[in-house]
């Protein structure tokens, strides 16, 4: 019984008699086949599997001198012991880089890191070649150089699926959650590295894709939250500041926010989540439609940007001047706001890189200590050490929320962090701090 791959499947030539059910019949190539996932599964059914699917056999002699954590160690050891196969949570700053460079010296076969920015493969590129003194390859953000150690961006994984679905035994997947999404879930199929380990913070989805990562990447096999690293990670405080709207600003507000729930009510329409709100927007393509979905943007822009929230970010920069914070915005208008009105650096998705990369360093030296910033820094991007954040406007996800909190706990000898909400009081943005906020341990209540 021979084994082969071919563009993202297995096949499978003088089969045994007794086959598994993802093994079929395809009557064009006259053999039996099945995605290349099942890969691990045929070789453990399989003993004398004659496997041509992978050349390489030499071992990387990987190894290097960093020292894991307890719960670290726990996870590793959980991982290994699920056939080497898992996803890992762990909040934002509980060390997930630490677990892939320990699982990828374990095995020291070839391995492919998937992440999904530029940013993100970039830093794991210089982290392993650090760690291990090796070159490593990059594939995606201009290039295309494949070593036995690779780091790449989830749009080129998925893009050359095809032809580098037989070169990695190992598949790590940094922020393992978007793999959960229809398109991305063809990586996982498609790749038939038999050693799969996600990192994530928050798996779970609003839509619960994140299940079918149980069968492609081995189920989650470990999950511990901030309540359970304490020791590990820096206090912290979070505090939501409510404050006042404008009368103009509440007045604009209340209409806009009646134009829309009455568009809701008459059409009979309830937002219960995304799903919901998307349906809506989908619905919403007549006159009538329109008018709602503007007066919701509107109503809130007018709760993210009140203009008493310029104020109160003043007085915390004043409170704790010479900290190092970050002023996180759901939208990069406010964040360029926030830029030209305290005089700080600004990173959007609109920053060149180059750019980005100055600030961070100047962030990370204290030549600057306060940075204002969208969406860009809320997942993944490892942000020099912080002890202050504001949340401005943000999402209802408990992901982002966990994300931007994570930013500020690294641990140092006595720091202690704050994270500030600024909520507009009457408004949504209420419901939305509550939704993001849930799970997340804090005592703190308004001010």
């Keep these: 019984m021979k084994v082969s791959f071919s563009r993202g499947t297995l096949i ?29 599964s045929l070789k453990r059914s399989f003993k004398n599997l004659e ?15 960093e020292k894991l ?61 650090e760690t291990f003194n090796i070159k490593v390859g990059q594939i995606g953000g201009g ?32 922020e393992v959650h978007h793999l959960a999404s229809e398109r991305y879930q063809e990586i996982a199929r498609m ?20 299940e079918q990562l149980g069968d492609l990447m081995g189920g989650k096999v470990f999950e511990q939250g901030y309540e359970e690293l304490t020791e590990f990670l820096s206090d912290y405080e979070i505090v939501r500041i409510a404050v006042e709207l404008e009368q103009e600003e509440e007045e604009e507000y209340e209409r806009n926010r009646n134009i829309f729930v009455s568009y809701l009510r008459k059409h009979r329409i309830a937002l219960r989540g995304p799903w919901d709100f998307e349906k809506f927007i989908l619905s919403s393509w007549n006159p009538e439609g329109r008018e709602a979905l503007l007066a919701w943007r509107t109503a809130r822009e007018i709760a993210f940007n009140a203009r008493i929230k310029t104020d109160t970010v003043r007085q ?43 600030y961070m360093e100047m962030f990370r030296e204290g030549s600057i200590t306060v940075l204002a910033t969208s969406r860009v820094l809320d997942e993944g991007i490892d942000v020099p050490d912080a002890s202050i954040g504001i949340v401005l406007s943000g999402s209802g996800s408990t992901r982002q929320f966990r994300q931007r909190l994570g930013r500020l706990l690294r641990p140092s000898e006595g720091k202690k962090s704050v994270l500030y909400e600024i909520v507009s009081k009457g408004t949504s943005e209420y419901g939305t701090s509550r ?3 849930k799970g997340v341990p804090s005592s703190t209540d308004d001010n």
């Design 316 to 358: 915390i920069l004043v409170k704790n001047r010479g900290k190092k914070t970050l002023i996180f915005a759901e939208d990069t208008v406010t964040a360029y706001l926030m830029s030209r009105e305290f005089l700080i650096p600004c990173i959007t998705y609109l920053t060149p890189g180059p750019e980005r990369k100055k």
């Design 12 to 40: 499978v030539n003088d089969p045994e008699e007794r086959l598994p059910d993802y093994l079929t019949f395809d009557e064009r190539i006259q053999s039996y086949s099945c995605q290349a996932f099942h890969y691990a």
């Design 191 to 210: 790749y038939a590295s038999p050693y799969r380990l996600g990192l994530t913070a928050t798996l779970e989805r609003v839509d619960m894709l994140h």
């Design 69 to 129: 954590r307890s719960y670290q160690k726990k996870a590793i050891e959980t991982w290994a012991s699920n056939d080497y196969q898992g996803v890992v949570v762990l909040p934002t700053a509980a060390g997930k880089t630490h677990i892939g460079i320990e699982a990828i010296s374990i095995l020291s076969v070839s391995a492919i890191i998937i992440a999904p920015t530029i940013e993100l493969i970039q830093q794991w590129r210089t982290k392993l070649e």
């Design 143 to 174: 290039e295309k150089d494949l070593q036995a150690i690779t780091v790449c961006t989830y749009d080129s994984a998925y893009l050359m699926a095809e032809d580098l679905g037989n070169k990695f035994k190992f598949l790590l997947v940094d």
């Design 435 to 437: 939704r993001r906020r």
């Design 51 to 65: 496997d041509v699917v992978f050349t390489e056999s030499e071992s990387l002699n990987l190894h290097h001198d």
